[in-house]
């Protein structure tokens, strides 16, 4: 490893068992058979049209994987809509009358959408947006809470080819400002408002307030979600009015290439501004589909829940594409886990009959936190499956989903992904694999990753090192699929790739054992994992800097029970600026130009920051004093005087 080894950074959990995949499950499981191993890496690419051959194709495709890449083409030729493969197929098979969607809002009140119902609400919308001018390849922005108005309105875009950019609801103006200006997003969906934890978020001036930074016009459609009517101006026009209007509407699905962007979500990267990932329609929607049926074994008579809000990538993937593509009915919950009661996750699952569960490691610390009488109080019987996404889950926590919430019954699928991946990369087949606590699981079957050194060496088992995904795969995103130097402006700490005709670093720190099963590491890039989403540290730190009376702030990943990850802020101030005040101005900023998840946790004030003797920032030092560690030798430092009072500060905290 290079000698400033970011990987290192925390020690890997001991995988000592290993737990096999229950009978009763492995009997009923979509894949169930160890061969398909195999069978994919005798037969790659072409395996993947197994992938393929989950979804209706207007056009078949010529070739599972077309170009040598890159460009990389999936499903080359072939041409479908995504919103006929999430509705129109399953009300002609016969699943018109199944629940497509199951919705459990925020003060207790729930509302299902059967698969026509849901199609007739998509047609009518997509009527709706079209009449007020969004043409194909135009980009709509929802900014929404968990209603099902947001699966409605990602599937309208897919029906008419306009990619969407869901921007998590909980962002603030400028956030969104940002992210619908990069876009060149002329249409918004929004709300009024919406309920947390019973009191109303005014969604709307938020929207407003972004408009206001835009320098084009924006046509707005608001949901009615408080119920009290909104006062609408020029531009805007009243969901249930336009859907009302556009009753009975049809809209054809409009066919689309393999390769057309079915939507784009930004994340946050190493640079100062999120990253606008687009994925594919046939490529990502195929990725998703058979991850879906394979991992979470998900099947059309199942009720299944992905707890990930619509915000994230997890959302769009396993909340709504993959399971409405595989016919399944899918939850939608609007409120947070323990609101009213802290039992609400579990009472929602016994009350909906739900299968299959995939939530964050952070919730289920909290659930842990709160304790088992909680799930103890309610009948999960009817659970068959758990899993977790976003980062790395411990051993501990694994144990207590495992027993307490699956009964020692379940099997937990811990898996790895990506926004960039758009899919599920390493993990178990449940109906396959043996499970070990803390480790994520092998690559998938036709997923190619390694875990190499600084020179791209495979580590020994053991040793730490970086994971690189190795080929391509369906759910690449289109940058990467049409841009051969997709990386080479990115992360500063990465390994030499010069081995392999085509990598990509996942900017990861992992482990590989001797069966091949990879542990997470966490990041070694200038990204936080705080309750599993992405924040770039260097976008904290802007709106650090910003306010007046701070010299210079540095950001970095501190400890974090619950979260996983904190935001430490090291915050330098100008002469005479006072600290109390400036706290209040700093969470303040950073609330309004990210929101308040953002919000940092810890803020240190200090004279100055260490620095090497170029000037830059250490912020793995920084890192080291959020974690208490031993700081070694400093004597490298410009200001080496500086880490005695660092370390002085985080005690008194
Ligand atoms: C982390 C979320 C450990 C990882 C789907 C990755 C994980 C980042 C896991 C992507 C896991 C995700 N174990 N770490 N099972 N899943 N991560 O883009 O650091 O929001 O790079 O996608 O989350 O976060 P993103």
Not at 560 to 579: F, I, P, Q, T
Not at 606 to 623: A, F, I, N, Q, Y
Request: proline share 6%.
């Amino acid at each position: 490893m290079p000698s400033d080894d970011p990987v290192d950074r925390s020690a890997s959990p001991s995988v000592d068992e290993t737990v096999d995949p229950p009978p009763a499950f492995v009997e009923q499981a979509n894949v169930a058979d160890e061969s398909v191993y195999d069978e994919f890496a005798a037969d790659w690419p072409d395996c993947w049209a197994r992938a393929g051959d989950l979804l209706d194709w207007d056009r078949e495709y010529d070739a599972v994987l077309g170009g040598e890449g890159p460009p990389f083409r999936w499903f080359d030729g072939g041409e479908l809509n995504a919103s006929y493969n999430c509705l129109d197929r399953h009300v002609e098979s016969g699943r018109k009358n199944q629940v497509a969607l199951t919705w459990e809002g925020r003060l207790g009140e729930s509302r299902t959408y059967s698969y026509l119902e849901l199609y007739r609400e998509v047609n009518e919308f997509a009527a709706a947006l079209r009449d007020l001018g969004v043409e194909e390849d135009d980009v709509v922005t929802l900014y929404l809470p968990m209603i099902p108005e947001l699966p409605i309105a990602m599937l309208a875009c897919a029906r008419i080819g306009a990619p969407h950019s869901v921007v998590f609801a909980g962002f603030s103006a400028d956030a969104l400002a940002t992210r619908m200006d990069d876009a060149d997003s002329e249409y918004l969906v929004t709300c009024d408002g919406y309920y947390r934890r019973g009191a109303p978020v005014h969604q709307k001036s938020k929207a407003d307030n972004a408009a206001i930074g835009l320098d084009h016009d924006v046509t707005t459609v608001v949901v009615d979600r408080l119920g009290d009517g909104t006062p609408l101006t020029d531009g805007e026009h009243d969901y249930d009015q336009l859907v009302g209007t556009h009753r009975g509407a049809t809209v054809e699905p409009v066919s689309r290439a393999a390769t057309d962007q079915l939507f784009l979500i930004y994340t946050s990267g190493t640079t100062g501004e999120p990253t606008g990932v687009r994925h594919t329609t046939g490529g990502y929607l195929a990725h998703v589909a058979w991850t879906a049926r394979s991992v979470l074994d998900v099947k059309p008579a199942d009720t299944y829940w992905c707890s990930a809000d619509i915000g994230w990538i997890t959302g769009h993937s396993y909340t709504v594409y993959a399971p409405l593509a595989l016919g399944t009915t899918t939850m939608l919950y609007e409120g947070t886990p323990d609101y009213p009661e802290k039992d609400r996750v579990w009472e929602l699952i016994e009350r909906n009959a739900v299968d299959v569960f995939y939530t964050a490691p952070t919730a289920i610390r909290a659930f842990m936190k709160w304790g088992e009488k909680h799930p103890d109080r309610h009948d999960l019987s009817s659970l068959r499956l758990l899993g977790t996404v976003g980062e790395p889950i411990n051993p501990r926590a694994w144990k207590w989903y495992h027993e307490h919430i699956g009964n020692g019954e379940c099997p937990v699928v811990d898996t790895w992904w990506q926004t960039e991946t758009g899919g599920m990369m390493v993990t178990t087949l449940p109906g396959v694999d043996r499970m070990k606590p803390g480790a994520a699981g092998r690559p998938l079957p036709g997923i190619g990753a390694e875990v190499v050194d600084g020179d791209g060496e495979p580590v020994d088992p053991g040793e730490s090192g970086y994971l690189v995904l190795t080929d391509p795969w369906p759910g690449m995103p289109l940058s990467m699929v049409q841009d051969e130097d997709w990386f080479a402006a990115r992360g500063s700490t990465r390994p030499s790739l010069d081995r392999f005709d085509w990598a990509y670093f996942t900017e990861d720190g992992a482990t590989v054992d001797d069966d091949g099963y990879v542990t997470l590491l966490g990041r070694v890039d200038d990204v936080l994992n705080v309750s599993g989403h992405r924040f770039g540290t260097t976008e904290i730190e802007s709106a650090i800097a910003d306010v007046d009376g701070v010299a210079e702030a540095a950001v970095v990943a501190g400890p974090h029970d619950l979260k996983g990850e904190a935001v430490y802020a090291y915050v330098s101030l100008a002469d005479g600026a006072d600290r109390a005040e400036i706290r209040t101005l700093v969470d303040e900023a950073v609330e309004a130009a990210i929101g308040p998840i953002a919000v940092p946790d810890v803020v240190v004030f200090t004279p100055d920051l260490p620095k090497t003797r170029s000037g830059k920032v250490m912020r793995r030092l920084l890192e080291s004093v959020a974690r208490g560690e031993d700081l070694g030798d400093t004597s490298a430092l410009r200001n080496p005087e500086v880490v005695g009072e660092l370390e002085s500060t985080l005690d008194d905290d």
